[in-house]
């Protein structure tokens, strides 16, 4: 494949560039190259939306598995990194959940100077993704390709959990992504017929049988090739040691590897600062400090109770496992058929804020930091919160100029004062809900942090000690307008100073959105096709 040329060259079929090897197709006037440095991610479990537990959990075929650098606000722990490999990316192993984000995120994005970025400009692309199957009104959308749906699970502790947060004084909310998103409900996923409705299946696979599309898998890149200014090839390898190969771009190439990855790629191409650059022996092409620095990510910490009914634990020990799969390969229902995070909310924690800070995740039984030491072996139930919107910015740099070299990550978690009450009252607002008398006839005790820790300084240790990502990194390539010192893209998401290249992933957030973040990169790549078609 030396030096054959293609119209466009996405880096990454993630949520983000599955959307773009669909859209920049669908003419047929285009010829698109997609490189993956995964598999086909054909596994039961992608499919599968119980598989999320086994997926997100650990390094496999499916997950980057990085590990971070320690981190002092978590008294120096490094943290598991959760990043999605192979066709369908983080869309692939994600727990399911729709959640746009507020309408507030995206005015401020707009007030920030970038035009066209604002709710009303967004929730267009939003709709047009989307099949909702409660049908279309102002908010959602219908005949899009992702499938857009409230969980069909018929246990009765989610409902015994909203009554609860109603009961401790919050609101009801039917619709999170509708008119308001505060409040207590239900949530809305991307699972549909008992499958994942995820980028693979709802974006690339129906893109794939285009003869204009080709789909390149195990193609780790290793640069971006520039000359005279201008982005204009990929190089790429199978494996440490294994033939470079170079494909060239006719019109642009588009990185959509992440907010972990799309940043080193850019340094590994010395696309970065170039004193970064020179330490990790890689020769400087382009000079742009704000690559890998403005990392936002959301911390998240589990407050659990024992249970005096079955929970996912009881209902999946044993032999009740493999039924739990019989059962979903004869009829795609049952356990492995949800996602076990069907209800929730958002919360404010203290007057005054223009939006929710808090988001809360209900989870019928006790996993410890999502799965990754298992299960605890008794009955319970979790809240699960997370703060919304963090002071703290974190960075990605390379160490080497090794393509094959993780990406060095320092999220850089609680580092002000301000994240740590927010966490704080987080852990109060969990604890409110989990006493309330809707939820008596499940709970026996509480187990984390356990009634021994009661004052802030005491909640505050547990949950340096405890606390972990919830796997939403952005902000890694910012964009940002005229004049911002970290602005990596411009609101084209076009590097700044260099022509052919773009950034189109959850790197390009200048602000992590209020909720989960892959809605938003589905978007995102939506108006992306739009404005690259507009210049083709």
Request: with cysteine; charged share 20%; net charge neutral.
């Amino acid at each position: 494949m030396n030096d054959i040329s293609v119209d466009y060259i996405i880096v990454g079929a993630g949520s983000a560039g599955s959307v773009l090897a669909n859209r920049l197709t669908a003419n047929g006037r285009h010829r698109v190259l997609l490189l993956e440095a995964g598999g086909r991610n054909t596994s039961l479990l992608v499919s599968m939306p119980a598989g999320v537990g086994v997926l997100s959990a650990s390094r496999n075929a499916s997950n980057w598995g990085f590990e971070s650098e320690a981190v002092p606000g978590f008294g120096g722990r490094p943290i598991f990194l959760a990043r999605g490999k192979g066709l369908g990316g983080s869309s692939s192993i994600n727990g399911m959940l729709y959640v746009r984000g507020n309408a507030r995120d995206f005015d401020q994005w707009r007030q920030t100077g970038l035009a066209g970025w604002g709710y009303a400009d967004v929730l267009p692309y939003f709709r047009k993704s989307e099949d909702c199957a409660a049908g279309a009104d102002d908010w959602h959308g219908t005949g899009g390709e992702l499938h857009v749906a409230f969980g069909t699970s018929r246990d009765p502790v989610y409902q015994a959990f909203i009554d609860a947060a109603i009961q401790a004084g919050q609101p009801f909310n039917p619709d999170f992504n509708g008119a308001e998103q505060e409040g207590f409900g239900r949530y809305q996923l991307n699972i549909k017929d008992g499958r994942r409705s995820g980028a693979l299946s709802a974006f690339l696979k129906p893109a794939m049988a285009r003869s204009n599309l080709s789909v390149e898998t195990g193609a780790h890149v290793t640069a971006i090739g520039v000359e005279n200014g201008r982005a204009v090839s990929v190089s790429f390898a199978s494996e440490p040691g294994a033939p470079v190969r170079t494909v060239r771009a006719g019109r642009e190439v588009i990185l959509c590897a992440g907010a972990l990855q799309s940043p080193h790629i850019l340094q590994l191409s010395g696309i970065g600062d170039p004193e970064r650059l020179k330490a990790a022996g890689i020769a400087p092409v382009h000079a742009l400090s704000g690559v890998g620095l403005n990392m936002q990510d959301h911390v998240d910490v589990a407050i659990t109770w024992s249970s005096t009914r079955p929970s996912l634990y009881s209902k999946t020990k044993g032999w009740r496992k493999p039924l739990i799969g019989l059962r979903y390969l004869l009829t795609r229902g049952g356990l492995g058929a949800e996602n076990s995070l069907e209800a929730g909310g958002f919360a404010r924690s203290r007057e005054g804020l223009d939006r929710p800070d808090i988001q809360i995740q209900f989870v019928p039984g006790i996993m410890i930091n999502h799965g990754q030491k298992g299960m605890l072996p008794i009955d319970g139930f979790s809240i699960d919160v997370v703060p919304l919107h963090p002071e703290s910015r974190g960075e990605v740099d390379v160490s080497s100029a090794d393509p094959f070299a993780p990406p060095v990550v320092r999220p850089n978690h609680l580092a002000t004062p301000n994240d740590v009450r927010v966490l704080r009252e987080a852990v109060h607002l969990a604890r409110r809900i989990g006493e309330q008398p809707a939820l008596a006839a499940f709970r026996v005790a509480e187990l984390e942090p356990g009634r021994a820790v009661r004052s802030d300084d005491e909640i505050d240790a547990w949950a340096r000690e405890n606390a972990s990502t919830i796997f939403h990194p952005v902000g890694t390539c910012k964009m940002g307008a005229d004049g911002d010192p970290l602005a990596v893209v411009d609101a084209a998401l076009r590097i700044r100073g260099l022509a052919g290249l773009r950034v189109v992933d959850a790197s390009v957030m200048p602000t992590i959105v209020s909720g989960n973040t892959n809605a938003a990169t589905f978007m995102i790549a939506e108006k992306a096709a739009d404005m690259i078609l507009a210049d083709a």
